[in-house]
């Protein structure tokens, strides 16, 4: 397995601010993906990260409202741009770890409030 | 439309009962399967997988689920439960379609056990 940490554990925001969400895995890994859950909602994909390249998003979600760094193996950035009160919710990073194994391991996550 | 299909928002049981939580999933192939576990306010924790083989797979604390392909289902099953089992369970399925790379959630269960 991997273990994933995340900062801040949560956060509250003015709207049309932007903030920062940082992901550190414990070990190196291949790619790491961000999720995005409202309450009492399921997990939506947001975006794959692999190092060295821009990130992949899924359908809703853009690099300018969301843009994601992933400067080496370990380390993953999401932003929330000009954030909105429809961006509150948690947000969670996850990755593989390096034994081939296709599960995800998943941060604690994130709770974003926008006021 | 491709999905993985939770009927049960909340479920109640009483302590000891035995528990089945639903999955069914709608995929092109056979996707790979996965049972997670959220307590209050943590991540997410992997239960089991299903990859191939024995339909049937164990995961940690008693859980068990059983895979079928004739009904696309993937259901979690556990003979005794604890009140300590309390919690949002999502089935997660990562289908060929994204060469098993990604992985979409049902809206999961809310479980309620009952001393």
């Known amino acids: 397995s991997v273990l994933l940490y995340q900062k801040p554990n949560r956060d509250i925001c003015q709207s049309g601010t932007s903030l920062k969400i940082q992901c550190v895995a414990d070990?190196?890994?291949?790619?790491m993906f961000w999720y995005q859950q409202f309450q009492e909602q399921s997990l939506m994909l947001m975006a794959t990260a692999n190092e060295g390249s821009e990130a992949t998003y899924e359908s809703g979600f853009t690099k300018d409202k969301f843009p994601i760094s992933r400067p080496n193996l370990t380390f993953s950035t999401l932003t929330v741009n000009n954030a909105r009160p429809g961006d509150s919710s948690i947000y969670f990073c996850s990755s593989r770890d390096g034994t081939g194994g296709i599960e995800q391991y998943f941060g604690p996550g994130t709770r974003l409030t926008v006021l | 439309a491709q999905s993985v299909t939770q009927p049960d928002a909340r479920v109640t049981v009483s302590e000891g009962a035995s528990l089945q939580l639903r999955c069914k999933y709608s995929y092109s192939g056979t996707p790979y399967l996965f049972w997670y576990v959220q307590y209050q306010r943590q991540g997410l924790q992997l239960l089991l997988k299903y990859y191939s083989g024995d339909p049937v797979v164990q995961g940690v604390n008693g859980f068990e689920a059983e895979f079928s392909k004739s009904d696309s289902s993937f259901h979690l099953r556990k003979a005794s439960v604890h009140w300590s089992d309390s919690a949002v369970y999502f089935c997660?399925?990562?289908?060929?379609?994204?060469?098993?790379?990604?992985?979409?959630f049902g809206k999961g269960t809310s479980l309620t056990v009952i001393p």
């Open positions: 997660a399925a990562s289908p060929p379609n994204t060469g098993y790379q990604n992985f979409y």
């Open positions: 070990s190196q890994v291949v790619s």
